[in-house]
Structure formats: C-alpha cells, structure tokens
C-alpha cells in the first residue's frame, strides 16, 4: 500500500470538480447526530482483494455493535480521490488504508479535517487498544502527535525475536543484509570461512585469479568475486563497513542517521570512519574484487549472477533467494573485523535498522462523523489478537484450519489450499486481506497464530550469527513524529543532503578518494547547502521526544 502523496497540481481540478458537484446537488456535509449507526468509509484495498463487502469476519464485527458500513474502497487512483474529497471537504466518516503520513496528519488534523481520538481510546469504548497501549508505551509514542493528540488508529507488523523465545524483542528487520561466501571455493581453496576484511580481500583476490566461476560450467573470465547492490534494501554493500565501526543501512527516515544507546543521533557520513571505508573499498573497487555493475544493477540480475555461480560473495534477506540451486554451496559471512594492521583491527560493529513504522496514517475519523464512539468501538474490535490475524492473512476456516494442543492456529498448508481452492496458501491472503489498522504485535506469535517457517528461520539466523557483534541496540525508528516546523527543514533540506550524500560516496568508491580537500569541501557542503547541522537538531529533538513518550 503506497503512501498518499498530496498531488498539489490537483487543487484548481478538485475546485472546479466540486463546484460542478455542489451545483446539481446537495450542498454541505450530511447532517449526523450520536445517534448515527451508518457509516461511509472511504479507502484502499490490496489490487487482487475481493473487498470488504461480504467478508464474514468484517460484517460479524459490525453486527456486535450495531453498525453499518458502506466501504468505498479502491486499490488505484487513491491519493487522486481522497486529495479531492479533502480539497473540496466533501468528506467520508473515515479513511481507511490511505497512508496517510506524519505530515499530512499535522496538517489535517491541525485544520480539523481528523478528529483527536484520544478520548475515545478508553478502557470503556477501546478497551482493547487501551491495554495494547498501556503494555506499549512505545506504540503511544508512535502515533501521539507533536501537539499531544491522536488523530489516527495505529498499524504495524511487529515481528521480532520475542516470537522465537528471545528476552530481548529485535525487529525482523533489524540487519536486512545477510553477508554469504562460496564455502565450496573456499574448500576447493584451502582457504578458511573469513573473520576479518583482510581474510576476505585475498579470499577475493583467490575467487578472481583462479576464475573460479567455471567450476559451474561459466565461460573463463566470468567471475564475479563479491557482487552486491548499493544502499539498496537487503542487497547493498553497508554490511561490509562494520569492519569500520558502523553498518549505514538504508532507512526511511533519513540515509546515513544512525542512534546510540545513549540517546544521541549522528550523520555517520560525516565521520572520519566512513571517509577511511569508503577509501579502504575503492582499494577493492579498483582490484576488480567488486562488481562494476553495483551501482546500476537490479535485484533480479543480482539473483542470476548469484545463481549461476558466478558470484562468490553477496548479500541477501536468505541463502536459497538468492543462491538458488547453489544455496547448499554457501555459508554465512558474519560481520567482518576491520583490516589486519590498521586501527580498526578487531572493529565488527553493526548498527541496526528500525523496523517498518507503526504508523497512525491507516485509519482517521473525519469531522463529518457524528458518532466517533460507535466506530471507534467498532475498530476496536480490530485490535483482537484472533481477529487481526483474520485480517491480515484470511477467516478461520480459509487460511486458518485448526487449533493445535497448545490453542495456537496453525495455517492452511500448501496442499490443502490447492485441494480445497485450487490456489496457494498466498493467493488466499491476497484475496481476503482487509487493510487497515491492523496492529499485530510480538506476543500474538506462538500464542495466537504460528509464526511462518520462513520467518522463524531468519529470526534464529539473526540471533545466532548477527546479534553477537551488536553492541549498541538502538535504532533511530520510522515512527518518530516531528512538529510542522521540523518537517518543513526535513522538506527542505533531506532531498539535496540524501542526494550529495549517496553521490558522494558512489563516486569514491569508483573513482578513489576523497582527499583531504575534498573531504572538507565536502563537509562545508553539508553544513551550508544540505543543512546537516539543522536536520540534525530536527532529528535529536524529534527523537528525544520519543524516548521521553516512552518512559510514561
């Protein structure tokens, strides 16, 4: 589900369109009082869903509190129609699944188009959300706005490493590149599984002179030593720099920001350790040890290169994605200690990424609605481990089969879905999911419903391989709200300072450097053209709220 993007270039369309509208028809907003039962919601549902007319478990919920709803729902053309609606303030009593962001929830419920649901969120309207809350303070957190109100129900998948027995809850997505190496090259090699960045460097320097992709029937000279992305998602290169005291992984906040136990935030790309990486892989770069298509090569050619054996190291979210047939062949890379002889000798540290936002965009209560308690007590409902598990994936019966022993639902297996439906187990997601405020949180894993296999497996990987080299286990999150004044600096400023930035380094890498001049030419750059030092303030004082919301 896309985020809405306010399409400006609209406004003069949607004033004309709504004139023509208000002259053949009624004028003004219905009139609805608190004893309003019928509901109009507006929004978006998944391109192969079925829609919410109909779905069992949607129309038990709304007979349990007396409503009706009509859903206007749509999986194209969305951010157009509610950018009209709102425009012309020819509003619905909700909108569902639109994606609403910080921004447009400042904006739109400073101006009163949102209502403040904070005092419906009450243990006798919500009870439901209330507990989640109250256990939650960090869900709090995330959807309170900077002027102390809720104008949105919160949605997120919190899958973490609670669900497999861990003390400490850690995002799935914590370390979104899993580093792996060719141990058949290595064995063919003599060579061991490497533990530092000079290990690995000849482990390359072997994979390239001995071209040891025609061991997989490859023409000659068609070796790859390490291909991966760059600053991509689960493919890039930044899990390479823990050698030099950080991994600068791609967020959504903001590139290059990473936070501290301690409660600070820093541009690591303004560090003297990531100017001596960035030199340090050029040395790589120029030895043909990296892959010259990293910087304008797609996923689906990372995963042919892999697949076909020649490419001996990489990164990926699994092992079989991406090694195919060959996945046998490879082992994990662990985080790297820095080069032997240097100052960062013995240096593995990792940085970890937020997971996907808890977001408050999915679900907003207009003005328009007369009887906010009844739907908030209706969405509440939502918030049911057993029903937001129907919503997310199908109804028991679909996508669920059965309780086990322990009173846990156990999925719908691949076979059973192709007797019964003659489609897989996936394809029943995509054509019963409903979007929006669904909330799953960690303890509903292995209590509720079983967590996939898939996700158990890479969960147990993060913890056995990864974990150990993390100190330091903040992480900045996708969730932080800012005030309108920082988001107008994070407006004005973040798309020049990611653009030079990701520029930057690219071009070092390829072509050597930064000099010593350069470098400070870089530096001034950032302070005076990007707004280094202001962002930054935005994002320590945006992030000092949220560990202070937390607290309580």
Known sequence: MKKLVKLLSLAICAAMLLSCLTACGPTGGNEKDADQTDFLITGGMGSLSRGNDGNPVLEQLAENVGVEIEWDLMSDSLGEKVGVMIGGDQLPDAFIAVGFNANDINEYGSDGTFIDLTPYITPEIMPNLSKILEDHPEIKAAITMADGKIYGLPSGELMGTAAIGAEEDLSIYSIPEFSMINKTWLDELGLPVPTNLTELHDALVAFKENDMATRYGNAPGSTIPMSTGFD???????????????????????????????????????SDRYRDAITYFHDWFAEGLMDLEMFSQSDSQLISKVSQGRAGVTTWWYIDQIAGDLADDFVFLPPLDGPVGTKYEGTHTVNLRAAPPVTSGNLNITKECGNPELLCKYFDQWYDGEIVMQLQYAPIGVYWSEKDENGVWQVITEDEAQAQYGKSSGDLKAEYE???????????????????????????????????????????????????????????????????????????????????EEWNEYLTMLKDSCGMDKLLTVYQDAYTRYLEAQKG
């Open 232 to 270: 991509q998602w689960c493919w890039g290169q930044e899990i390479f720099y823990a050698g030099f005291g950080f991994t600068n992984f791609t967020s959504d906040v903001c590139f290059d920001l990473i936070a501290h136990d301690d409660g600070s935030v820093e541009f690591v790309c303004a």
């Open 434 to 516: 409903v979007y929006g405020p669904r909330l799953i949180l960690p303890e509903y894993y292995n209590n509720v419903f079983y967590l996939e296999d898939r996700a158990v497996e890479r969960l147990e990987d993060l913890m056995e391989y990864w974990m150990p080299y993390v100190d330091d286990t903040a992480a900045y999150p996708n969730d932080v709200t800012f005030t309108e004044d920082e988001l107008e600096i994070i407006s004005r400023y973040r798309p020049d300072f990611v653009s030079q930035v990701s520029e930057k380094e690219g071009t070092w890498i390829k072509n050597g450097g930064p000099t010593d």
